[in-house]
């Protein structure tokens, strides 16, 4: 059975915490512009993966920075620190060298 993130179609990038998807027009919200939830979800995809541990998000806090329209976007996480039972962590979305997501993710270890 297809996972959430590859029924979305987001692919794993060459490095820890980064991760791609190549939007559809079931990613836009209207037409012309991707919905934040998309967003949402490839800036914490990005953060979980750069936490390398087996992590489910319990809080996340995401800023639109400028419309993503459909192409190719880049998701690239990174731990800002590692605990015993929290990881707090930032994902970033970027399309065509242009930041327009960032988020704030702290996850639980599982």
């Known amino acids: 059975m297809p996972t959430f993130n590859s029924h979305l179609g987001l692919r794993a990038g060459a490095e820890p915490g980064s991760v791609s998807l190549d939007t559809k027009p079931e990613h836009e919200v209207m037409p012309g512009t991707i919905h934040f939830a998309v967003l949402a979800t490839l ?3 990005a953060a979980a993966s750069a936490a390398q541990a087996a992590v489910v998000p319990t809080a996340l806090s995401l800023q639109l920075l400028r419309r993503a329209h459909p192409g190719a976007l ?3 996480g990174r731990v800002l620190k590692a605990g015993r039972t929290l990881i707090f962590a930032e994902g970033e979305v970027h399309q ?3 930041l327009v997501a960032k988020a704030a993710v702290t996850f639980a270890r599982v």
């Open 43 to 45: 800036a914490e995809v």
């Open 74 to 76: 880049e998701g690239r």
């Open 96 to 98: 065509d060298g242009e």
